[in-house]
């Protein structure tokens, strides 16, 4: 799944480096600001996406005597290092927003920088389209991340296309205003990324799985209750502790074969990767 991932993660690494070339090229020559910086924008995307793909070769890793679960968290950390240059880019793009408000721009951009920008934005919207999909398919953390920021990089285009057009049309303000709404967009994007892996690498857990787990577990045959049950990710694997009773009269032989029922009950119905069971005698028995 990881190995699928890669290929989103490179498809936006060489759609932004064709992105900036271009931009930052024709920027220059049209007299446009907005297009120049959104060129540099790809740029420090171009890092991010790299930045990315190591964690997902990282995650790729057996396990080894220093890490004996697994090299998952690489991708999460890698997600949460590209939410963190995220947050920069969108400050950057409100500092640069907030100076041409108070001092102007300089001359008036070619209405080619404009076409350019949305035909911008319509390639990487479907980058996005496509890597939103294939993070759904693979799990994969990182690639969720790489798809929400090439939807922020769709939209700070159209932003740019905009006050590109605003200027040209007598409008100067406009540029300041589009490029203000999308830093705030970018910064909105980053903070919800750098939440969510923050949350997991913290080992937080949705109460309402660990619900829905319980539910599942105290349906199997041979559980009498769920005395403790903790869930975690790591990487975009699910790992799921728990306690169980059973009945104090049944055999080592018989227990074991419940569990071994209960790990794959979990992992057909919630797609749970590995199930830790610790089994205890009933208490009421």
Not at 26 to 47: E, K, R
Not at 174 to 181: K, N, Q
Request: aromatic share 6%.
């Amino acid at each position: 799944m990881k190995s699928q991932a890669e290929i989103g993660v490179w498809l936006s690494i060489l759609a932004y480096i064709l992105l900036s070339t271009v931009k930052v090229c024709l920027g220059m020559s049209t007299n446009s600001q907005a297009l120049t910086a959104d060129g540099l924008n790809n740029t420090t995307d171009v890092i991010t996406s790299i930045g990315v793909l190591i964690g997902l070769r990282i995650a790729q890793k057996p396990r080894d005597d220093d890490h004996p679960y697994g090299h998952s968290r690489a991708e999460t950390v890698s997600a949460l290092i590209s939410s963190i240059i995220m947050a920069v880019i969108g400050l950057q793009v409100l500092a640069e927003a907030t100076q041409s408000a108070i001092y102007g721009v300089r001359g008036t951009p070619q209405s080619f920088a404009g076409l350019i920008a949305m035909l911008s934005s319509a390639f990487i919207l479907l980058v996005y389209i496509f890597n939103s999909q294939l993070a759904k398919k693979t799990k994969s953390q990182a690639l969720h991340a790489v798809a929400k920021d090439n939807l922020s990089d769709a939209l700070v285009s159209l932003g740019a296309a905009l006050g590109i057009y605003g200027a040209r049309m007598g409008f100067p303000w406009l540029d300041p205003l589009a490029a203000s709404v999308v830093g705030l967009i970018i910064l909105k994007t980053a903070w919800g990324i750098f939440s969510e892996m923050s949350y997991h690498l913290t080992d937080g857990f949705e109460e309402k799985k660990l619900e829905a787990y319980r539910l599942t577990m105290e349906k199997m045959n041979g559980v009498q209750t769920v005395v403790d049950l903790k869930g975690r990710m790591q990487g975009d694997e699910v790992i799921v502790d728990a306690v169980i009773e059973v009945d104090a009269k049944l055999s080592v032989q018989e227990s074991h074969c419940i569990t071994d029922q209960l790990e794959q009950e979990m992992k057909r119905v919630h797609q749970v990767s590995t199930t830790h069971i610790h089994v205890e005698p009933d208490s009421n028995s």
